[in-house]
């Protein structure tokens, strides 16, 4: 039972890794909070039904697919939303954009596919592995599993690449990387569009296993951020620790204490943990200059 | 923005033009939907100017705000439904819960910053909908509450629309009054200091903790008074209402009107309610039309609509109509005081004073040790302030000066040693001697330590005179409570009048009088630097900390600097300066203390200083026949 829960939970924790991963990218390189993150997620997971459904292609091309349609979506919205002003207002004009592009979302979600749940097509097997006396689902290990890879390529990009090393440098100091010949604000949009595109790739990750509604995001949003300060904002393996701490929590919460107060229990433990230790559980300090 | 203390005439016109309009509004629309929804609009306005206490004035983003305005509404309902509770009464109690919770929220979330806040005000705000849903006995649970009876006011009850949307319109005036109130007043200043600089507020004895704590129980309590006015509105409650994509919604609509400003507040609210049942017949297309109106918004407009209209009226553009460009800092409103330049270099006489005052120390710092990891910044000083003398703390890069300073400060703590302060000789202590160590930096500025930092901390939306009174807001004789503001608001106008009358008389000592209605985020450098020491001055203290005054300023200003620094000198206060020009200290110093790598190598007067080769060695090195010696 406790390890069912445990394992579980651990599924959820890898979505919502994923979302705090964005926040992380986000946050960096310009210190906001995108508010959009759990529509993203549910857009995501739209854009995945329409490809699967309508297109009939297979998993893999609809999760690469979403992936790239996201990406170029966040880098479009950055440069033509976020971008113009970003330097000379505070950080609250660019987030309350961000919760505009949530409701943006919402909207065209609502016009396009109206209020109803959609089921998404099954295109992985719904049988389990067994493993001693634990059943482990299929759709759940391949949610770990994709999103294993996709954690260890975010680290290979930013530690290996050009464009990573120039993002991490972008987002420590922004005038220092611009003299050096970085081009910041493409580093920006692109910090944006791996936020969306982690996030879209989560929706067609949970899709199989949840119903497609214009209100899935919501509430996956605010976990998302939860997990992302959990493990201190701007972290990334803060973020992914963060998001399994979480769904663990939650898991362990809901089947233990009780399902109705489960998500009340979740964010007293948040506050709580924010009051004892305000640089999060791992206490990483990602450093801010005053 | 330019905040003014003082309401002017074109502002009362302004408002007694707004009021008479909302007056009449309900009576022209004779139409029960139309009275509804300007209702609505009216309880909007009190859930709003709630939010913008805590965000818009104190700059801390809390995103529990609906799930407040659900508290005030299951309140009311619950007292008014079981116990048949009065309106008023349940209209008050709803008032206080909400409050109650506010202030227990702040009280876990008060030292949290930006996004820590707003994430566990989120979480606060999850928690309270989760007892909505759950508690179904209390609540109702997810079908909410229904048949919540008609408020009743003594003979009437107030059941028609028309009736209703005049109870709402008088909670609403009584509300925005007071946001007006505290907008305009010194607590309205702190707490937009508060939201500039946080550090720079309690350097100058604001206590953050409880103006933030202050602004949160206040913007709850406008949340309960909506939330009182909704649940009866319609007879029914759902938890729905409530939700955190309410209060992120709320967020939105705030700063789309503008932050800061009750009159965006106002705008924001009923331009939301009412473009929301504008388009109620295009369901499909309203989240859409609110999006974009919020990015829209915020991409052309990112002072919002009222920062629109202000700039459009062509008010609080002073900065615009008076270009500073090029402005140095020449004070010439100082020259009244007492002692001219001459008097600077007369060295004699204060070598003596020196001599004379060395039994009476205004500051002993003993065996003093500060580490940074493995790095000792701070190697046992130890050394003595004489009361009304000006101390220069010199030394090479790193020497330790402004970690030493931090510490007198309160900024720092040191591993070991100690920082005692006796103001026997002053007015401002009750106490006669006491640690400095351990207080924090707002009760180190009531002691009479004020200081400036390195960098300048100013309030950059402020105004000059504002950034002054910040400064003065310690001094209880001109504070004027938030009951008084709310209940006695003449008195505090009074009062205001007068803190304002007191800041320009700092800022004609300072020579900034001219510039007293700019933003100080509009100064140029060296005025900066000259406000940042009215602010100062303006808390009264017995020992003033300047970090470098001098650095980046002009010649001219340099001199304009050192003819002040005197001046202050001459009020009684002590100076502690940490400097790089040695002109300066030459001009100016009482009394030198040389730090090398972390230790005293110099304490003494200006005049021996210049003989000792510890300093020649420090700042120079080590003498060529040494050297040679040492081969």
């Not at chain 1, 992302?228 to 898991?251: D, H, Q």
């Not at chain 2, 609505?40 to 709630?50: C, E, K, M, P």
């Not at chain 2, 140095?328 to 005052?357: H, R």
């Not at chain 2, 105004?463 to 209940?487: A, C, D, M, P, W």
């Amino acid at each position: 039972m406790l390890t069912q829960q445990m394992l579980s939970g651990l599924a959820s924790g890898f979505i919502y890794a994923l979302l705090a991963l964005g926040f992380a990218a986000v946050y960096r390189s310009m210190r906001v909070i995108n508010f959009a993150q759990g529509d993203l997620f549910m857009t995501g997971a739209f854009v995945g039904l329409f490809l699967a459904k309508n297109l009939q292609l297979p998993f893999l091309a609809v999760l690469l697919l979403t992936g790239l349609i996201l990406l170029a979506f966040g880098m479009v919205f950055e440069r033509f939303v976020l971008a113009p002003a970003s330097s000379h207002t505070p950080e609250v004009h660019a987030m309350i954009r961000t919760v505009g592009l949530s409701v943006v979302l919402q909207g065209v979600a609502i016009i396009t596919w109206g209020t109803e749940e959609y089921r998404f097509p099954q295109l992985l097997s719904s049988a389990s592995v067994s493993l001693y006396s634990i059943s482990i689902p299929v759709n759940l290990l391949f949610v770990a599993g994709t999103s294993v890879i996709l954690l260890g390529s975010l680290v290979i990009f930013l530690r290996h690449t050009q464009l990573g090393l120039s993002m991490r440098a972008a987002s420590q100091n922004r005038l220092g990387a611009e003299v050096v010949g970085i081009n910041v604000s493409l580093a920006r949009s692109f910090a944006f569009g791996l936020s969306a595109s982690l996030a879209g790739i989560a929706g067609v990750l949970i899709a199989p296993l949840w119903y497609v509604h214009y209100s899935m995001g919501v509430m996956m949003g605010l976990k998302g951020f939860t997990a992302a300060v959990l493990g201190s904002l701007g972290s990334f393996p803060g973020a992914v620790i963060g998001g399994l701490t979480l769904g663990v929590i939650e898991n362990l919460t809901a089947g233990y204490v009780s399902s109705v107060w489960k998500d009340a229990a979740v964010f007293a433990i948040l506050i709580a943990v924010l009051t004892l230790r305000p640089q999060g559980i791992l206490g990483l300090r990602y450093k801010e200059r005053v | 923005m330019n905040h003014s203390t003082q309401v002017s005439l074109r502002a009362r016109l302004q408002l007694i033009a707004l009021l008479a309009g909302f007056i009449v509004l309900p009576l022209l629309l004779n139409d029960r939907f139309f009275q509804h929804v300007l209702t609505t609009a009216f309880i909007y306005v009190v859930l709003i100017l709630g939010l913008n206490t805590v965000i818009g004035l104190t700059g801390q983003v809390s995103l529990s705000q609906a799930a407040l305005y659900g508290v005030g509404a299951y309140t009311s309902a619950i007292l008014a439904k079981q116990i048949s509770l009065p309106f008023p009464l349940s209209f008050a109690l709803a008032v206080c819960v909400s409050a109650s919770l506010g202030f227990l929220l702040s009280a876990c979330v008060v030292k949290m910053r930006s996004h820590y806040l707003a994430l566990a005000t989120i979480g606060f705000g999850e928690i309270l909908i989760n007892v909505f849903r759950s508690a179904e006995k209390l609540t109702g649970g997810a079908n909410g509450l229904s048949a919540i009876p008609a408020p009743r006011l003594g003979p009437w009850i107030i059941d028609t629309p028309l009736r209703y949307c005049y109870l709402a319109l008088a909670v609403a005036i009584a509300c925005y009054a007071g946001m007006f109130l505290i907008t305009h007043s010194q607590l309205g200043n702190a707490f937009r200091a508060v939201r500039d600089n946080e550090f720079a507020a309690s350097s100058l004895g604001l206590n953050t903790v409880r103006l933030k704590v202050l602004a949160f129980t206040l913007g709850a309590g406008y949340a309960g008074a909506a939330g009182a006015l909704y649940a009866h509105l319609d007879g029914f409650i759902g938890p729905e209402s409530f939700s955190t994509s309410q209060s992120i919604l709320l967020f939105c609509v705030l700063v789309v009107g503008g932050l800061g400003h009750p009159l965006g507040s106002l705008i924001g609210a009923l331009l939301f309610v009412i473009g929301q049942e504008f388009f109620r017949a295009f369901s499909h297309y309203q989240l859409l039309l609110f999006g974009s109106t919020v990015i829209i918004v915020m991409v052309f407009a990112p002072q919002g609509i009222a920062g629109l209209l202000r700039s459009m009226l062509g008010q609080g553009s002073d900065a615009a109509k008076n270009p500073l460009q090029g402005a140095t800092w020449n004070p010439n409103g100082f020259k009244a005081v007492p002692s001219g330049p001459t008097e600077i270099l007369s060295s004699d006489t204060s070598a003596l004073a020196y001599k004379n005052q060395r039994e009476s120390p205004v500051l002993v710092i003993k065996d003093l040790v500060v580490r940074y990891g493995g790095l000792i910044a701070v190697n046992d000083v130890s050394f003595n302030v004489i009361s009304g003398e000006i101390l220069c703390l010199i030394g090479p890069n790193g020497a330790g000066k402004t970690t030493l300073l931090n510490v007198i400060g309160g900024q720092q703590q040191p591993a070991q040693g100690s920082v005692m302060l006796n103001l026997s000789g002053t007015s401002a202590a009750s106490e006669k001697e006491f640690s400095v160590i351990g207080l924090q930096p707002h009760n180190l500025a009531r002691v009479g330590l004020a200081r400036t930092f390195q960098t300048s901390q100013l309030f950059s939306e402020l105004s000059t005179v504002e950034n002054v009174l910040v400064g003065q807001y310690l001094h209880r004789k001109t504070r004027t409570s938030l009951l008084t503001i709310l209940f006695l608001p003449w008195i505090a106008v009074k009062k205001d009048t007068e803190a304002r009358e007191e800041a320009e008389k700092w800022l004609r000592f300072t020579g900034l009088y001219d510039y007293r209605y700019q933003l100080a985020k509009h100064l140029p450098y060296g005025l900066r630097r000259a406000l940042e020491i009215a602010r100062c001055l303006a808390t009264n203290p017995s020992i003033l900390l300047l970090d470098e005054p001098s650095a980046g300023m002009s010649p001219s200003e340099r001199k304009s600097l050192a003819t002040l620094l005197r001046s202050i000198s001459n009020l009684g206060t002590t100076l502690i300066i940490v400097a790089h020009d040695l002109d300066l200290v030459r001009s100016l110093g009482d009394h030198v203390v040389v730090l090398d790598h972390g230790k005293v190598i110099f304490d003494g007067s200006p005049q021996d200083l210049r003989d000792s080769e510890k300093v020649i060695d420090a700042y120079l090195g080590k003498r060529r026949t040494e050297l040679q010696l040492a081969f």
